[in-house]
C-alpha cells in the first residue's frame, strides 16, 4: 500500500522511520512546509500532488494545528483515500465533518494517537463499548504537565524551574500554554467521550483550569495531607449528557496515579461488567506516538472497521466535587465553604462542577488556584 | 451466531449473563456436570450432542482444569467449531497441539481471559508484535497473592490471617496452592511469551517461588528499605530463547506497582518503539473475565484474524538478577553472597536467575524464602 506523509516533524518522521523498518506500507510522497525541508526525492512542497496520485491510498496527517490539516484532511477524504492523523485539536473541533466526510467517500479515518500518544487508549474505549457499558474515564493526559508536577513534588523545584527543565528536555513547547492551562487534555477528554459514546461533545464548553499557579503553599497543603497533585481529565456519562471538566486534583499517596512518574500518562476506563481498567506509558514522542500511528496503517491496510462513528450531540453537564479554592477574593464561595485552611484559602463542600468552575472564572487571576480533592 | 458454553460455574454464568444483556449470540446448550445442575432447557450432561450441533458455530470452554476440559476443546476444533476458553492451564500445557488443531480445521482458538480476566493484555501482546519488537514484559499476575500482600503491608495481617480472609472473599480458593506458590502465575507467564513471540515455552522449565513462606523478619526487611513486596512473573527475550521466571520481589515505594492494590493484576510490556506500555485492572472474577471470553467470540462472529499463530518452541534461560535469601542452611549461596544481614539472611550479587533458583531449590523449606531485589 502506498501512503503519503503529510509534515515530517517529530511524528511523521518516526512513522516514516517504522514503516521503513518493518516495510508494512511504502512511503511515496511527504509533504513539507518550504522547500529547504526538501531532503529526498519523495518530499514535495505541493499537496495538490498528494489528491492526484491515485496510487496514494492513505494520508497520514501529521501536521498538527487546525488549519491547513484539516483542509488536507477533508480534501483527502474526498478524493477517497483513507486519513491517519495524530492531530488532536484538529479531531476534537471537527470531529463531526471528518467522520462524516469519510463515511461519505466510503473511506476510514482513524486517529488513535491522538490521545496519549503510543497507549491504546481509545482502541480500549472502543472494544469495551461493544460488550460493555461505558460509565466514566479519567485520566493523566498530558505528559508535559505530569513531568512538572513530578519535579515539584519529588525533587521540590519550583513551578518556573520544572518548566525549563521541561522545555530543555523537549518535554514543553516554546509557548506551553495548552500543555498546563489544559487545552489539550481538554481535546482529549472530548475526543474520549466521543469514541465512549458515539457522541461529539464541543470542546469550548468544558470547564478548566491548569496548573501554572500552584504555589508553594497549595504543594505544602498537599505534603501536609500526605496528597500529591495531578492534572487530570474526566468523562462522566449521566443519561443523555457527559460531564466533563480538567482540573489539578489531590491525589492520596496510596493510589497509583499518584506515582505516574516523569512524562507519563495513565488513564482509567470504568464498565459495568469489567469494572476499573487503567493503562499507562508514553503519551507522547516520537516512536511512541508513530507506534499507534502505524497500528492504525495496518488496520486501515486490514480494512478493519473503523472503530467509531456518530450518533448524535452531547451537552455537558456537572457533577459533585469538592475544590481547594485560594485566591484574594473569594466571593461567591461562601455558601459553599466547608473548611476555611486561612484567610485565603478555603475547602468546599461538595458542588456541581459547573457552579464551581463559573464562580472560579469570577475570581480567578495569577494568584489564585484551584484544585480538586479526589474522591479516593 | 450459535454457542454452546461448558461449564457453568463463575464464569460461564457471567458469559451467559452479558451475552443475554447484549444479544450478541444465542446460547443454545449449556454442559453442566451432573443431572442435579440441570436447571433450564439448554442444559445437559451430554457433551456429544454439542459435536452433533451443526447449528453451534462456537464452544465456550469455562470448565477449567486439564481434563475433560482439553479433550472436549480438541474435539471441538475436530467438528469445525470455534472454541473460546478462560482455561489457562488448559492452554499453556497443549498450546500447540490446540493451536495446531485449529488451524488444520479451519477455525479459530481464542484465550484472551487466560491472563489478567478483563485486561486486554494478550490483545495487546498481539498488537503491538505486528509493529513493534517486544523485548521484555512483566507483571503482577495473581490477584489472590496480591490481596495477601496488600493486606500483609497495608493493613499488617499476617500471612495465614490474610489468606483466610482472602478465602472468606472468593479470591482464594479452598486448596490455595495454585495461587500463592506460583503455578498459576508461570501459566500466564508461558501463555504472554507464546503470544509475544510467537512461540511456546514449557511451563516445568519456569522457575518459581511463592509467598507461603513470607516472614515477618522479611517484611521488617521490607518496611525499613521502603519496600513493598509484589509477587512477579517475568519474561525477556534473549535472542532466540526466553527468560521466564515468578519471583516475590521488593519493589520501591515510589514505583506505582508497588502501590497496585487489592486482588488487581498489572502488567508491563516494554518494546523498542513504543517504550513500557502498563495494564491494570481486575485479573479476575465473574464479569470481568466473561467481559474479555465475550469480546473474543465477537471477534470469532466477525471473522476477525486469531491473535497468535506458532512459530517454534524457545528455551527457557536465564538473566542476572540479585536475590534476597532467607535459609537456615545457606550452602552454595557464599560465592555470591554481597551482603549479610543476619545469620540465616543474605543479599547477593547479581546471579543468573537458573542458579538462584537451583540453588535455593536445594535448601528451600518452610522456613526459607527468597524474594528479588528489584531493579527499580
Redesign the interface.
Known sequence: MNIGILGYGVVGK?VDD?LQE?G?ASVTRILVKDESELQDSRMTTDFSLFIKDDSIMCIVECIGGLEPAHTYCIQALQAHKHVVTSNKAMMARFYDELLETAVKHNVTIRFSACVGG???WL??LA??K???TIESFYGIMNGTSNYILHQIF?NHLDFDTALRQAKQLGYAEADPTADIEGFDVANKVALSANVAWNTMIDINDIPMCGISTISKDDIDYANNNNYRIRLLGHGIRQGNAVCAYVCPEFIPM???I????LNYNMFECN????????????GA?R??T??NV??DI?LVKSHSTPFTSIVSRMAVTSANRRFYIRANDLSGFEPYIETRINDTTILTKEMDTTTAFTLYKGIQNKNSCMIGVSLW
Request: hydrophobic share 35%.
Open positions: 518516526g517504522i518493518k508494512l503510543g497507549i491504546p482502541d480500549q472494544s469495551v461493544k460488550t460493555d519529588m496510596d493510589h497509583p499518584a506515582h505516574v512518574p464498565s459495568a461488567y469489567l469494572g476499573a481498567i487503567r493503562l499507562m506509558g508514553q514522542g516512536y511512541p508513530a507506534h502505524v497500528k495496518r
